[in-house]
């Protein structure tokens, strides 16, 4: 872990760390237009592309994509306040049955409860996967 993220850490005292990967802008943006303008997102929220820059044991919330490299073990280890987000069956926000003609739409499946998403353009992979992690941010805020 590099020492100016950790500083940053200790600093920003965030709600919320998400593990983005390559992500973190889009993952941003969307994070913002779900909460408003109105919403601090870089004062409430910790975005980082690895989980190594991440010390335990957290106090926080920490959202991961469970399609990345050891996010099931981190999951399994430090239970509580951590949510995940993918397209595995075992992710807690799981994107499903997407269809993409034009345009994408998918479900999100969250405590068995299902959410349809209609996307205005055709949209992949990553712009789900940063829906889901913007959901995830959201319902922690309530």
Known sequence: MNIFSRIKSIWQKPKVVVVAGDDIEMIKRIVSQILGTSFKVEKEILFVDDVK??????????????????????????????????????????????????RTNFKINYQGNIVPVWLKNGFGQKEISSVLAAVAVGTVFG
């Open 53 to 102: 820059k991440i010390s335990f044991p957290l106090k926080n919330y920490l959202i991961l994509d469970y399609n990345s490299d050891g996010a099931r073990k981190i999951k399994d280890e430090n239970p509580s306040k951590i949510l995940t987000f993918g397209f595995q069956e075992d992710a807690d926000f799981r994107a499903s049955d997407i269809i993409q003609n034009g």
